[in-house]
């Protein structure tokens, strides 16, 4: 049974940073299967970040801003959040495969 949990959202200002994890257990782990995407309340989800063997691709809105890493020992990928905006408030989600999701971790930005 493939499980995923996320970690490390919260609150911050605008313009301040947050790390969060997603842990992957219960199958091998292969980053070019991962990604990153977000709810803001009332929206769709959006995909943000997605691991390719090229590059990783992101969304417009968080280009230059995000960063997403991974580590195979760890069976772990990260989300480097900088210089966030109220916009950037959402439940924040990893997936493998777009197939299997973990439950999320709220991200709110907010003065």
């Known amino acids: 049974q493939v499980q995923l949990v996320e970690s490390g959202g919260g609150l911050v200002q605008p313009g301040e940073s947050l790390t969060l994890s997603c842990v992957v257990s219960g199958s091998s782990f292969n980053i070019y299967s991962m990604s990153w995407h977000r709810q803001a309340p009332g929206k769709e989800r959006e995909l943000i970040a997605i691991?390719?063997?090229?590059?990783?691709n992101y969304a417009e809105s968080v280009k230059g801003r995000f960063t997403a890493s991974g580590d195979d020992a760890k069976k772990t990928v990260y989300l480097q959040m900088d210089n966030l905006k109220p916009e950037d408030t959402a439940v924040y989600y990893c997936?493998?495969?777009?197939?299997?999701w973990g439950q999320g971790t709220q991200v709110t930005v907010s003065s």
């Open positions: 691991f390719t063997r090229i590059r990783t």
């Open positions: 997936s493998v495969s777009g197939v299997y």
